[in-house]
């Protein structure tokens, strides 16, 4: 509607290309042949076949707990593939399906709180692993179907209203649950309310006690390959075609006699069960469940794995993983914070500006920029230099030269923060010459923010706020994602 | 019957109900316009209340106003809406328009992301902590009383100030040229913008308004209820949405219904029901679940109509 006369698909690769069939549309781009180191690993992906790709990912993953420590097994490994299970089966409900499900993450949380009343010292059940997992896994895609039967006449967006507040009522419940009182039975402590439940056991799986973080992430690689194999061959079947079909146009695949309703009540059902799963091994790992694990925070970085890696690949939801859980981990340590940051920074710098003069420019500029204001504030108001950087070692020691570091910055921070979003949104507006010009204060300024605000809250607000951030860039720069393909509007 | 009770719970639920009717008017408005599910419309409102928060620090704080209280809460309502406002129309142009043509997830997706980035931000800069209006000592602890029903300041100015608001919004939408833009926009985009409406312009004023509704909603929730906090954003909007969607979504009349039942359903269900206090949310959802069942359009929504 609001394209200029004139202006071809070709111009703009966000579009949707008009009147091109979708076959043409895949091979066309195979055929011109993808250029430069990236597309030759392109061009080797595209022959590899899916045992292969499998391979890739699965024989690194298997190395991955032999040459690092437990701790890192657990925060890089453990819990990044705990996340990329959950995607596994948010993808079917989002990505095959098309549906909106945004209550998704109670169902994680019902998988952990019902092996936890299967299988813990709370409870009083000990029940074996071998059980526990099945009955989990049906009774979360019974709740599924639950879910799925008020849903199935809603179009999209009152769906995704109807699962975020399921997802927020499922919150409030587990967290009150203890002081509920039934008819008949009286009162029971189902869930431990606000404390959760604690006391899990570990996984026993025919007589294997899972216990160490090294079996578990074994046990959870070897869950998710498995769980991975099975939705490949669920998107290649009858079922996945119809699901795609019912994706791409709702409406079309109701014409096509194609049984709507059940579709989307066996995508939820696929997705619940996933994610039932997921949680169960989430619960035995933390042994505990607790409400505050299940919020809209876990919800929104599952949702960045699927987008992100592209909805609907399944390759996209490791990298995806990868990415979203690896990111903000790296973040946590403020010293490799510090580093992740400025390399960050480099290189969007290094991708995104051409010709390379003008990214000398741009470095330079910067670098004399901030030297030259430490310089001035230094003589003038010396306290604007006189703080610290929040992380330590040679890159912070080197920064704190460079940067103006107020000795109390939170009030300055804090408006230069807003000015930086402005000055960000503003940059977007700007075209070619001054858009480089802008570019020198604007990195700067980051920088400051960076050093002065953001790099204190790197375990908490930070991470979430670049989350969010990406989320909007991403949509904005891709939206069918790093793994996705564009989409064909065939008129 | 303990009528004592029933009228302070209708008071309340009314108090209530006015403030989610205000959010949900947002939303109306802006899926009306836009198709668009916008879930940065709650963090909108939350920034709101902190605008007017703000404000009422540059005025001299709660305790000593630089002037009379009804010209310092008169200025916190301006400041409150022109910053939602202001907000509003930022998040649209870099967040939503983009993303114009592209399928429908993309810009829900970029909502989620805007609400998470402005929830965070807020927590950044303002702290975890509660921010305290103290309303008691900026207007008194006055209460007016007709029988069995009391009313304190601030609940009589949200409800008064809301229903002016509501009766401004539809005289603009139903008399001025741009109201006319507005609905000819929101019944068809591209046939409007071959009239020469400039639609981008009026999707904007949309959001403006919108916005500026919820920022004003977010200054009358810090003045009743006095504490204001990062996260309220998220369960105000999730009530707002739902009594759009109640009320029948793309309706204003059926926002503003749907937000006295939503804020009276949650007093009585705290009130009467049992446990109410604790699971009044769950009282709300089943609610929203009982009236999409009977009436999936909501009650003063037309059924769509889809043509092929």
Do not use: C
């Not at chain 1, 809209?296 to 990868?322: E, F, K, N, Q, R």
Request: aromatic share 12%; proline share 4%; net charge neutral.
């Amino acid at each position: 509607m609001a394209d200029e006369p004139g202006a071809s698909p070709m111009d703009a690769p966000d579009q949707p290309r008009i009147g091109v069939d979708e076959w043409v549309a895949s091979v066309e781009g195979k055929r011109e042949g993808y250029e430069g180191l990236t597309g030759r690993l392109q061009r080797m992906w595209d022959t590899l076949p899916v045992g292969g790709r499998l391979l890739v990912f699965a024989v690194p993953a298997a190395i991955f707990p032999l040459v690092t420590t437990e701790g890192n097994v657990f925060r890089y490994g453990l819990i990044t593939l705990i996340y990329a299970l959950l995607a596994l089966g948010l993808n079917v409900v989002v990505g095959f399906a098309g549906l909106l499900d945004l209550g998704y993450i109670a169902f994680f949380g019902f998988g952990a709180y019902m092996y936890g009343i299967l299988a813990s010292g709370h409870s009083g059940h000990h029940w074996p692993a071998e059980f526990a997992i099945p009955v989990v896994i049906l009774a979360g895609a019974a709740l599924g179907l639950l879910l799925g039967l008020p849903s199935r006449r809603l179009l999209g967006d009152y769906l995704a209203i109807v699962t975020l507040f399921f997802g927020q009522a499922f919150v409030v419940f587990v967290n009150n649950a203890n002081r509920i009182n039934f008819p008949f039975v009286g009162h029971v402590d189902l869930t431990g309310g606000a404390n959760g439940l604690d006391n899990i056991d570990p996984l026993d799986l025919f007589g294997w006690k899972v216990t160490s973080t090294r079996e578990y992430y074994f046990f959870t690689l070897g869950a998710f390959v498995l769980v991975m194999m099975l939705l490949y061959f669920v998107n290649e079947s009858r079922t996945g075609r119809a699901w795609r079909a019912l994706r791409e146009d709702p409406l079309a695949a109701e014409v096509m006699s194609m049984p709507v309703n059940r579709l989307k009540l066996l995508a939820f059902v696929f997705g619940a069960a996933t994610a039932a799963f997921a949680g169960t091994i989430y619960g035995a790992v933390q042994t505990g469940a607790f409400p505050g694990d299940f919020d809209v925070g876990l919800l929104i970085t599952i949702y960045a794995i699927v987008i992100l890696g592209g909805a609907g690949s399944l390759a996209g939801i490791v990298v995806g993983a990868i990415v979203v859980n690896g990111v903000p981990e790296l973040l946590r340590d403020p010293n490799q914070a510090e580093w992740v940051f400025y390399v960050a920074v480099a290189v969007v710098l290094f991708a995104r500006l051409r010709p390379w003069p003008r990214l000398a420019g741009v470095v330079a500029g910067t670098i004399g920029l901030g030297f030259a204001l430490h310089a001035i504030a230094d003589a003038a108001w010396p306290r604007l230099t006189d703080g610290k950087s929040g992380g330590e070692g040679a890159l912070a020691h080197a920064v704190e030269s460079w940067v103006l570091l107020p000795s109390r910055p939170t009030q300055i921070a804090n408006f230069a923060f807003v000015i930086l979003i402005g000055a960000l949104l503003a940059l977007t507006l700007l075209k070619d010459v001054w858009r480089t010009v802008a570019l020198v204060p604007t990195v700067y300024l980051a920088v400051f923010v960076w050093e002065n605000l953001l790099i204190q809250q790197t375990a908490g607000a930070t991470r979430f706020i670049l989350l969010g951030a990406l989320l909007v860039v991403l949509m904005n720069a891709r939206p069918q994602g790093l793994f996705g393909t564009a989409r064909v509007e065939i008129v | 019957m303990n009528w004592g009770l029933f009228w302070d719970l209708t008071v309340s639920g009314v108090t209530l109900g006015s403030v989610y009717a205000l959010i949900a008017l947002g939303y109306s408005m802006v899926y009306g316009i836009l198709k668009l599910l916008n879930f940065a419309h709650g963090d909108v409102y939350m920034i709101g209340a902190f605008v007017g928060y703000f404000a009422l620090q540059g005025l001299g704080g709660a305790l000593h106003p630089s002037a009379a209280a009804w010209i310092v809460v008169t200025l916190m309502f301006i400041a409150g809406m022109l910053g939602g406002g202001m907000l509003g129309v930022v998040i649209e142009r870099f967040a939503y328009r983009p993303l114009r043509n592209a399928p429908r997830i993309a810009p829900l997706i970029s909502a989620l992301g805007v609400s998470f980035f402005l929830q965070n931000s807020a927590l950044l800069l303002f702290g975890a902590s509660f921010r305290d209006y103290g309303t008691f000592d900026l207007i008194g602890a006055k209460t007016y009383h007709f029988g069995n029903v009391y009313l304190s300041v601030p609940q009589v100015l949200t409800i008064v100030s809301s229903l002016a608001l509501m009766v401004v919004l539809t005289v603009l939408v139903a008399r001025t040229r741009i109201g006319k833009a507005m609905r000819a926009t929101s019944f068809d985009r591209e046939a409007a913008s071959m009239m020469g409406i400039d639609v981008d312009r009026v999707i904007a004023s949309t959001f403006f308004i919108g916005s500026a509704l919820a920022g004003a909603a977010g200054v009358m929730f810090g003045l009743v209820f006095g504490q204001i906090y990062h996260f309220m954003g998220f369960l105000a909007g999730l009530k707002g949405f739902t009594a759009a969607v109640i009320g029948g979504i793309g309706s204003i009349p059926g926002a503003m219904l749907g937000g006295l039942l939503v804020g009276l359903a949650e007093s009585y269900a705290t009130g009467y029901l049992p446990q109410g206090s604790t699971f009044q949310n769950l009282y709300v959802f089943a609610l929203l679940i009982l009236i999409i069942l009977i009436r999936p359009s909501g009650i003063l929504g037309k059924a769509d109509v889809k043509k092929v």
